[in-house]
C-alpha cells in the first residue's frame, strides 16, 4: 500500500500502471457486457491507497498535486472508463468533505477512505435542476436544535449501492435559491435513504449509476459538512476544481484511447485488391493527423489549467472551458475514429466501439458544455446569471 511517508510520483504512477496491466485491461470488455460495477478493480485501487490519492499529506492521504491527479485518471479512463468515472466521483465527493476536514465526524470518514475501507460518491443531481446538478430544489427542514429531516430524489448517482458513503446536497432550511444549500454524509445504511432502479446506460456502463431517494431521513447536525448554506461555496472552492479536472482526464484519457487504437488499425489495414494500406490515403492521414492536434491541443490546456490550480492563479473561465474542450475532442475523436477504422470501430469486437459510447457521457454529466459555454459568455459578457 503507497502510503503518504513515500510520497513519489513515479512510485505511484508505477503501482496505477501495474493495476491497469493487471485488473483493469483485462476486467473492461467484461464490465462493460455485463454493466457489472469494477469491484475487484476498485479494490485494488483500495488496497493500493488510491482511495485517498487527493487527500493531503498531514491528514494521511497521498497529497497529490492536480497534475498527478489528472495523469492518473486518464490513465484508468484509457483502460477502463467505467473505472475511471467510479474513482472521479469518488475524488468529487472527498473534495466537497475535505472542506470539513476539521470536523469531527468528516475526519472519521477521511480516515476510512485512507485506510483504503470507504468508497464514497456525490448523489446531487435532481429532476427538478437536471444537469444544473449543483444546484440543489429539494430542501432540508430542521428538526429540533441538533437534527435536519432530508427529503429528496436524485437521479443519478453513480456507485449507488455500491459506494460506503454518499455525499447529499439539499438546499438549506432557510434557503430561498439553490445556491443557499448543505452537503451531508449519509452512508449506506442511514435510515430513509435506499436505492431506486437499476443503471442501463450507453456507455460507461459498469458505473452502476442509478436513482437513490432520502425519505423522512433524521440526520444529525455533525453530518453537515461546513456551516449551514455553505454549499455554493464548497462547489466554488472545492467540487469545481477537482470535477472539472476529474471529468476533463476521463474524457480525455478515453480520447487518448481512441486515439491510439484508430493508429494502431490504420497501421495494419491492407487492401489485397489495391496492395496499398489504408495509411496511405492522404486523406486518411489528415484525420489522424487532424486527431493527433486536437488531443495534445486538449492535453496540453489541460495541463495548464492543472499547474495555474497548484499555483493558486487560476481563473474561472479557465476552469470552466476545460471541460468543454475535453468533451468536444473525444466526441470529434470518436467521429474520425469511426471514419478510418470503419466497420473496426462500430463493431464490438473491438475496443473503440465501447470507447465510442462511453466517449457520450461527458456531454451528459452536469454541468454540461452548453451550460459551461452559456456560463464562460454569460461571465465575458456582464450578463449576470440567476441561479
Ligand atoms: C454516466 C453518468 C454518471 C452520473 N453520475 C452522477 C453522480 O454520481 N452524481 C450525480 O449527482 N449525478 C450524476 N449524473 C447526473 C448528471 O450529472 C446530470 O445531472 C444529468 O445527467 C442531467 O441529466 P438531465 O437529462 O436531467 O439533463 P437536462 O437538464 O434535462 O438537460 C438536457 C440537455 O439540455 C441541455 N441544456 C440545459 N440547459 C441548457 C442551456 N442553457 N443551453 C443549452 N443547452 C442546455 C443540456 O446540455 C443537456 O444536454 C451522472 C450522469 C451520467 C450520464
Known sequence: MLTSTELNREAILESVEELICDYLRPNAKKIDQTGQFPRENMT???EAGLLGLIIPRELGGLGATPSLYKEIVMR?????ASTALVFVQHMSATSVMLYGAHQPYVQTWLKGIVDGQC????????????????LPVSQAKSEGEDHFVLNT????VTSAGEADIYVVSTRSTFATNSMQSDFFILTRETEGFSLGGVWEG??????CSAPMTVKDCLVHRDKLIGTEGEGFKIVQRSLLPMGQIGISSLNLGIAKAIFDESVAYVKKRHYSHLDAGLSSFQSVQQTIGKMKVLYDQAEKS???????????????????EIKVMACETVIRM????LNVCGGFAYSSHSPLER??????????????PEVLKELIGRTLLDVPTKL
Open 334 to 337: 470518436a467521429e474520425y475514429s
Open 355 to 368: 470507447l465510442i459510447r462511453d466517449s457520450k457521457a461527458g456531454t451528459i454529466m452536469g454541468p454540461t
Open 119 to 134: 468508497l464514497a460518491t456525490i448523489a446531487f443531481s435532481e429532476a427538478e435542476s437536471g444537469c444544473y446538478f449543483f
Open 44 to 46: 485494488a485501487l483500495a
Open 302 to 320: 489541460l495541463q495548464t489549467v492543472c499547474r495555474l490550480m497548484e499555483e493558486g492563479s487560476i481563473d474561472l473561465v479557465s476552469t470552466l
Open 153 to 156: 430524489k436524485k437521479t443519478m
Open 76 to 80: 484508468l479512463a484509457s483502460a477502463c
Open 202 to 207: 450507453m456507455g460507461l456502463r459498469g458505473n
